[in-house]
C-alpha cells in the first residue's frame, strides 16, 4: 500500500526557534500535499494544501508567514514552523493524494518550551 | 458549533459485540464521507468511503449515510481486541480534497 513518512516523529525546541518537518511519499508521486494539525482531544484540522511547484493555499486563521511550506517534489513537502511559541505545541500531520485518496503519514509531535 | 460532531468516548465494549459510531454534521453540502481508524501514534488509515446516501459494506464493516438527517454511521460486527483504536469521521465537498473531521472516537474492545 502507499506510505507516508514524516520526520522527524517528535521534535521539543525553545520558543523563537524555527523547526522544519518532512512529509515524503514513500512509494508514490502525489502533486498534492497537505498538511495538518491536531490539538488534544480535537480534531484534526487542515492548515493548507500544498501543489508541487506552486505556492500553498492556507485555510482561513492559518498565518502563511509563520507556517511556510515547500512542496519542491512529487514526494516531499515540508513545513516550516518559524519562531515557534509555546502555542504552537501540537501534533502535525500530513498527508499525501494518490490513487483518488489520501494516505497520512504517522505525524509530528512538536513542543515549544 | 463545530461543522462536524463526534462522541469522544471512550466506547469500551467485550469482545463480540456490535460497535455503531456515529457522526452529525451541519453542512448539507458534503457529499463524500470517509471514516478513518488510527491507531496510537500513527496516522489515520481509511476503512471506507461513501458517496451520497446509503449503505456499503465492507467485511465486518458497514457504513450507513443518512443525508436528510445529516448523520453517518459505523457499524463493526464481531468486534475484536485488534478493533481497538479512534475511529475518525471524514467528510468533503469533492471527494479527497479539504477533509473535515470529527474529534475521533477512542473504542475499546476487551477480550
Known amino acids: 500500500g502507499a506510505v507516508v513518512s514524516q520526520h522527524p516523529s517528535w521534535v521539543i525546541c525553545k520558543s523563537g526557534t524555527s523547526v522544519k518537518i518532512e512529509c515524503r511519499s514513500l512509494?508514490?508521486?502525489?502533486?498534492?500535499m497537505f498538511w495538518y494539525r491536531q490539538f488534544p482531544k480535537q480534531s484534526l484540522m487542515l492548515m493548507a494544501t500544498?501543489?508541487?511547484?506552486?505556492?500553498?493555499?492556507?485555510e482561513q486563521g492559518v498565518e502563511k508567514d509563520k507556517f511556510l511550506i515547500n512542496h519542491a517534489s512529487l514526494t516531499l513537502s515540508t513545513l516550516t514552523v518559524t519562531s515557534a511559541h509555546p502555542e504552537d505545541s501540537s501534533f502535525y500531520i500530513c498527508?499525501?493524494?494518490?490513487?483518488?485518496?489520501?494516505?497520512f503519514g504517522p505525524g509530528t509531535r512538536l513542543t515549544v518550551l | 458549533q463545530k461543522e462536524v460532531e463526534q462522541d469522544p468516548g471512550p466506547l469500551s465494549v467485550p469482545e463480540g459485540a456490535i460497535v455503531s459510531l456515529n457522526c452529525t454534521y451541519s453542512?448539507?453540502?458534503?457529499?463524500?464521507f470517509m471514516w478513518y481508524r488510527q491507531y496510537s501514534r500513527k496516522g489515520p488509515e481509511l476503512l471506507m468511503y461513501?458517496?451520497?446516501?446509503g449503505n456499503k459494506e465492507d467485511g465486518r464493516f458497514t457504513a450507513q449515510v443518512d443525508k436528510s438527517s445529516k448523520y453517518i454511521s459505523l457499524f463493526i460486527r464481531d468486534s475484536q481486541p485488534s478493533d481497538s483504536a479512534t475511529y475518525l469521521c471524514a467528510m468533503s465537498l469533492t471527494g479527497f480534497q479539504k477533509l473535515v473531521f470529527g474529534t475521533g472516537t477512542r473504542l475499546l474492545v476487551s477480550p
Open positions: 453542512n448539507s453540502a458534503f457529499q463524500y
Open positions: 500544498s501543489n508541487e511547484g506552486s505556492k500553498a493555499t492556507y
Open positions: 461513501t458517496y451520497s446516501s
Open positions: 512509494d508514490f508521486q502525489a502533486t498534492t
Open positions: 498527508s499525501a493524494k494518490g490513487y483518488n485518496e489520501q494516505f
